[in-house]
């Protein structure tokens, strides 16, 4: 079953806007990690984000991190059409035996040149 | 250096066969992932190796999958009596034994059951 939520699930904008995807989970985790994807393969990784760690760069990239209210978003400025891609968030539990990776819903970004 | 890298790319296969798909990880990485993604369950986690120790099977879907990871390196995923339900992308993915380290996946294998 999945971790939490997405949203929104689809978003579409202008090139040189601003993207803002949000991520809610459920249960304490060790790490967030956000990924992109692009027409339904392979996964590339974007940003790690500690569960200590409460805000992260890089490059068009910011990342913030809520544990409190166990949520996270990812900001992509200035975007660019090369952008388009589905967006997931995923956490690894803390604890667990293992590192496997419990994904969200996705966010489906398309930027209109 | 290589990525990590998966075969087929795609495969057509009839309900009732087995299928066998392989991954083959970054070199160097201990730590092994399946996962899975289809349009009705979204991505979910199938099956992990690290090192020598007893796999966590916890995500398989039934006793029709299996997994094994030979030399600590190429693993293969099989699927016996496929389902038209089996059909998804399943993806592989690898890294560091370090807890908390980032997954590097591979593009993944289409597999559709007719």
């Known amino acids: 079953s999945q971790q939490g939520e997405e949203d929104p699930q689809a978003l579409s904008i202008q090139e040189g806007e601003n993207a803002t995807m949000n991520c809610s989970y459920k249960?304490?985790?060790?790490?967030l990690q956000w990924y992109r994807q692009n027409s339904g393969r392979g996964l590339v990784h974007l940003i790690l984000?500690?569960?200590?760690?409460r805000e992260k760069h890089s490059g068009r990239l910011r990342v913030t991190l809520d544990t409190s209210k166990k949520s996270s978003s990812l900001l992509i400025t200035a975007s660019r059409a090369a952008d388009t891609a589905s967006y997931f968030c995923a956490t690894v539990l803390i604890g667990g035996a293992t590192n496997k990776l419990i994904f969200g819903t996705g966010t489906l970004l398309a930027v209109q040149p | 250096g290589a990525g990590v890298s998966q075969s087929p790319s795609n495969k057509v296969t009839e309900k009732g066969k087995d299928v066998e798909l392989r991954c083959d990880p970054i070199?160097?990485?201990?730590?092994l992932y399946w996962y899975r993604q289809s349009l009705g369950q979204g991505l979910e986690f199938l099956i992990y190796f690290q090192g020598n120790s007893a796999p966590d099977k916890s995500g398989l879907p039934s006793d029709r999958f299996s997994a094994e990871r030979t030399g600590g390196s190429v693993s293969t995923l099989t699927i016996q009596r496929t389902q038209q339900e089996d059909s998804a992308v399943y993806l592989c993915a690898s890294s560091l034994a370090r807890s908390g380290e980032t997954q590097y996946f591979g593009p993944g294998t289409r597999l559709l059951v007719l």
């Open positions: 249960t304490s985790i060790n790490n």
């Open positions: 070199s160097g990485h201990t730590a």
């Open positions: 984000i500690r569960s200590n760690e």
